[in-house]
């Protein structure tokens, strides 16, 4: 889905594989990026500034972020 400025994204939960040795080989652990809910505040081709309440604007990459509202822009005739 394509990401625009004022949308409202959360982050995507990410799995990263742990190397280790014996018991440890093959576990995972899941996280995010950030928890809750950013509004974007600009975007380009790979990266958008996302506003988090907490945080300021931080810049995130595109493919980790999930839009769960779209802004859309009233026009008036």
């Not at 990401?3 to 190397?19: C, F, Q, T, W």
């Not at 958008?48 to 604007?57: D, E, F, Q, T, W």
Request: proline fraction near 1%; aromatic fraction near 10%.
């Amino acid at each position: 889905m394509n990401i625009n400025k004022y949308d409202i994204v959360a982050a995507k939960s990410l799995i990263k594989h742990l190397r280790g040795r014996m018991n440890t080989y093959n576990q995972t652990v899941e996280s995010k990026e950030f928890h809750g809910f950013g509004i974007v505040a600009g975007v380009s081709n790979k990266f958008a500034g996302v506003y988090l309440p907490s945080a300021g604007i931080k810049l995130f990459k595109k493919i980790n972020l999930l839009v769960v509202c779209k802004y859309e822009q009233n026009k008036v005739i």
